[in-house]
Antibody, heavy 121, light 110 residues
Framework: EVRLVESGGGLVQPGGSLRLSCAVS????????IDWVRRAPGKGLEWVGR??????????DYAASVKGRFTVSRDGSRNSLYLQMNSLKIEDSAMYYC?????????????WGQGTLVTVS | QSVLTQPPSASGTPGQRVTISCSGS????????VNWYHQLPGTAPKLLIY???QRPSGVPDRFSGSKSGTSASLAISGLRSEDEADYYC???????????FGGGTKLTVL
């Protein structure tokens, strides 16, 4: 069974840092892209960043709104993806989801975690 | 402001067919596959359509997707009360090197 489980959310002051984790199971971690997507209260979905698969060198991309402040990384030994968030702003408050992409069949975000809530205040 | 444009709301009665549009540009929908998701309150988003018109296993064939040029649409036939949710289109943008979501469409089943 494919599973993605986020953790690490919480309350942080503006300017502070937080690291989110996404633990995956049920598939070969290195074969898939994993993204972070967020939804702020009263707003729609917003893509945050991407970690590509081993074949693509685990390269990353970021939304303009977080570039230079957020960093996506992987730990293959733990089957986990991380989102390091620095210089947090009030507008970063949101539910953060990790989601899997099967790039071989252009299937973006076929599985999602349940989300972890980040509040910057 | 989303670069993919969706109507903010849509509605229909049970059994009806509704469509939701998604307008983009030559750097996203024009050259990349479109995906559709819906999100029920308090739950994670769910993939409904990928690569313009492909349905993941388990998604009813009441849901269908299409694309023409720089626009895409999601059609829901045989509308049911449990279809009431927020619907989003998404596509990769080559110019921005990022995934774009539409602003979302709130579907109400009357």
């Amino acid at each position: 069974e494919v599973r993605l489980v986020e953790s690490g959310g919480g309350l942080v002051q503006p300017g502070g840092s937080l690291r989110l984790s996404c633990a995956v199971s049920g598939f070969t971690f290195s074969d898939y892209y994993i993204d972070w997507v967020r939804r702020a209260p009263g707003k729609g979905l917003e893509w945050v960043g991407r970690s590509r698969n081993k074949a693509r060198g685990y390269s990353t991309d970021y939304a303009a709104s977080v570039k230079g402040r957020f960093t996506v990384s992987r730990d293959g030994s733990r089957n986990s993806l991380y989102l390091q968030m620095n210089s947090l702003k009030i507008e970063d408050s949101a539910m953060y989801y990790c989601a899997r992409t099967d790039v071989r069949i252009f299937k973006d975000f076929d599985y999602w975690g349940q989300g972890t809530l980040v509040t910057v205040s | 402001q989303s670069v993919l444009t969706q109507p903010p709301s849509a509605s229909g009665t049970p059994g009806q067919r509704v469509t939701i549009s998604c307008s983009g540009s030559s750097s996203n929908i024009g050259i990349k596959g479109v995906n559709w998701y819906h999100q029920l309150p308090g739950t994670a988003p769910k993939l409904l359509i990928y690569n313009n018109n492909q349905r993941p296993s388990g998604v009813p064939d009441r849901f269908s997707g299409s694309k023409s040029g720089t626009s895409a649409s999601l059609a829901i036939s045989g509308l049911r009360s449990e279809d009431e949710a927020d619907y989003y289109c998404a596509a990769w943008d080559d110019s921005l090197s990022g995934m774009l979501f539409g602003g979302g469409t709130k579907l109400t089943v009357l």
